[in-house]
């Protein structure tokens, strides 16, 4: 971090703006799961017990930049008010008269909940008169909100032309320490492990950790690209037809920088894509035809832990297989167990993406590894090695 932090400013009696990430999952007006705002809780805090007035602003779910009830962060007010343990004021809106009095009105050690900013299409147009009207409401500017710094918004980056200092919050500072780990002087041998569905996600990750990786672990639907770039058979399984040139060239270039890619042996197939179809585990040389792959099998998953018992860093990116569905989940789950040892054993692991975090979490095994990061497209873009415009804005240290 060359970035000031919420540790470098004096917060007491100042109007502190704090750009937090609580786009949390809600059904019918009700939050279904807390962890974004739990984890920006640290820095609201710190603002709070110093005596700063904290002005908490985000987004909620794509709106259009219309002012939609089943977006309002009404009900986030109310959970940060139970987690914090004092009352939690909430604005109708995050700009106007009103928010400005509202703001005013503040003291010391009271904390003010904006409306969902992209209920104004001006802020995913990064509006200059928009974050204007967004700066005048604070002293100073803390950005906690990871997941969106890689957005250039009008309350990631614009705001910063207009308000300063504009420094880190803890949340921002730890995901960018993390990843940071992640990409550039990781303690070796140092392993990749790529999942998800699609190969063209993760060129750019892929390309940039090669620089960073001793060994790649490609699992998902993912593979399939990859296995048919190696001349095999892969059935109906998920494939990106207009990758597989690409896929074999990565696999061309790993090899002459001496870097390992490794493929899955066998996977678990199924007749359709539902949980009831009838499914076998088979070689990836005799996937039958109109079978689809849909998770990696028993063989793959030792291959794979042969390599993680020896990694010091990982960083795993993407499931190993349809873990939504339980008779596709066990080789996602497997790898999260294998992880939650090798933690144990004192290497560097962390994960990252949206997909990632969310089998972690269905399996109640967040704790495999030492750091889940909150930003699924800011991490990839971090990880590909982009500059993310809410982090360049941040006043330098």
């Not at 974004?36 to 017990?49: C, D, G, H, T, Y």
């Not at 104004?120 to 002293?139: C, I, T, V, Y």
């Not at 996937?287 to 794979?304: N, S, V």
């Amino acid at each position: 971090m060359n970035k000031l932090t919420i540790d470098d400013v004096h917060l007491k009696g100042k109007r502190v703006l704090v750009r937090v990430d609580f786009n949390v999952p809600m059904e019918g007006g009700r939050i279904t799961d807390d962890k974004r705002i739990i984890e920006s809780l640290p820095a609201i805090n710190k603002v709070l017990n110093d005596g700063g007035r904290a002005i908490l602003m985000s987004h909620l779910g794509r709106p259009d930049g219309k002012k939609r009830p089943e977006f309002s962060l009404r009900p986030v007010a109310q959970r940060l008010s139970e987690l914090i343990h004092r009352p939690v004021l909430f604005a109708p809106d995050c700009v106007g008269n009103e928010v400005k009095e509202m703001v005013r009105r503040l003291k010391d050690g009271e904390c003010l909940l904006l409306e969902n900013l992209r209920f104004h299409p001006e802020e995913e147009k990064n509006d200059e008169s928009f974050a204007r009207q967004l700066a005048s409401l604070g002293d100073l500017y803390v950005n906690d909100a990871f997941g969106t710094a890689h957005r250039a918004h009008a309350s990631t980056e614009g705001i910063t032309h207009f308000l300063q200092p504009a420094v880190a919050g803890y949340l921002m500072v730890r995901e960018i320490e993390y990843l940071s780990r992640a990409v550039s002087n990781p303690v070796r041998p140092y392993v990749a492990i790529m999942g998800g569905a699609k190969i063209s996600g993760k060129i750019d990750v892929i390309r940039n950790l090669m620089n960073a990786a001793d060994t790649f672990l490609i699992g998902g639907g993912m593979m399939f690209t990859f296995l048919k770039a190696e001349g095999l058979e892969i059935g109906n399984s998920i494939l990106e037809a207009d990758k597989v040139e690409l896929a074999g060239d990565l696999m061309r270039e790993a090899r002459t920088r001496n870097v390992g890619i490794i493929l899955p042996v066998d996977c678990v197939v199924a007749q359709r894509f539902d949980n009831g179809a009838p499914h076998q585990t088979v070689s990836v040389n005799h996937i039958p035809p109109g079978w689809m792959g849909l998770d990696i099998g028993p063989e793959t998953i030792r291959l794979f832990e042969n390599e993680l018992r020896k990694a010091k860093t990982v960083i795993w990116n993407g499931p190993m297989g349809v873990f939504e569905m339980d008779n596709f989940a066990n080789g996602t789950l497997q790898i999260a167990k294998i992880l939650t040892q090798v933690t144990e054993a004192g290497a560097m692991t962390i994960a990252g993406g949206g997909d990632t975090a969310a089998a972690l979490a269905r399996f109640g095994l967040e704790k495999a590894v030492r750091h889940v990061s909150t930003g699924g497209g800011a991490s990839l873009e971090f990880l590909e090695g982009r500059v993310l415009p809410g982090v360049a804005a941040l006043t330098s240290a």
